[in-house]
């Protein structure tokens, strides 16, 4: 190669490594720095010595990355769903059992935009014993009930809601239970309490495989069996039978 080509006696492959080696590259919208060769695979150090590289950390569970919420919403809504399921004597609470996860994954889906709902109106005020009419989808509902906690929060403490002691926490939750909060779009605040409410009961106790009963320890609270295939042995005994939980994965082979 001509040395006008190398750059004064520089290998152009080398400097083109470091250079790599030292800045960041996009790859699929994850912004990769030195740890590059964790990704793509590392070739052989520059001097030409062997050296062993260490194994990159495996992600311990998929489900747990964040599809929706920025960082202060997850911290709300795990502050918030804690106070509907607490940690007590019999078992770990919502924060602990992955339920702000679950909420998170639901509202990212399709169900978060009511994608099967029909969306057309008319719109009317619905009696006790029928479901919600309103506009906004359960996605904004929620963020929008998010905001008011902090709002709300700050109007009666002067704190945001996660400043909050837990017995603090617990009246701006009945108050938004009872529509007292500040109108949500034109929407009571107790709807966005019964959105809230629901998604943390299903987080507690709905299959691992969807982001919460971390470690199915909601069903283990409960002796629930989980989703087993079938109970031919254990149905015939004539002694209970107590059985370690399993979920939708124990059937899918990983």
């Keep these: 190669m001509p040395d006008n080509e190398k750059g004064n ?9 470091a250079f790599l080696k030292s800045s960041g590259l996009t790859i699929g919208g994850l912004v990769v720095g030195g740890t590059i060769g ?9 001097t030409g010595v062997k050296t062993e590289q260490a194994e990159p950390t495996p992600v311990q569970n998929p489900n747990e990355a964040l599809m929706f919420f920025y960082p202060d919403e997850y911290q709300k809504t795990m502050a918030a769903a804690e106070r509907i399921f607490p940690a007590d004597d019999l078992g770990p609470g919502a924060k602990e059992l992955n339920v702000a996860i679950y909420i998170d994954h639901q509202l990212a889906s399709q169900w978060g935009v009511n994608a099967r709902d029909y969306r057309l109106g008319p719109w009317y005020n619905p009696e006790p014993t029928q479901g919600s009419q309103i506009k906004l989808l359960r996605k904004d509902l929620f963020r929008l009930g998010l905001k008011e906690l902090d709002n709300y929060s700050n109007k009666n403490y002067q704190k945001d809601f996660v400043a909050l002691e837990a017995s603090e926490q617990d009246e701006i939750l009945v108050a938004f239970e ?15 309490f019964k959105l809230l409410r629901t998604l943390t009961m299903e987080g ?7 982001g919460g009963n971390n470690q199915m320890n909601g069903w283990a609270m409960r ?8 109970y031919v042995k254990e149905i015939e005994s004539t002694e209970f039978i107590e059985l370690e939980p399993q979920s939708l994965r124990n059937h899918m082979g990983h």
């Design 9 to 17: 006696g520089t290998d152009k492959t080398s400097t083109r490594r």
């Design 38 to 46: 964790t990704f793509l695979g590392r070739g052989e150090p520059e």
């Design 178 to 192: 009872q529509g007292e909060a500040g109108s949500l779009s034109g929407v009571s605040s107790s709807e966005f």
């Design 204 to 210: 507690v106790y709905a299959d691992p495989m969807y």
């Design 223 to 230: 002796k629930y069996p989980g989703t087993r295939m079938n």
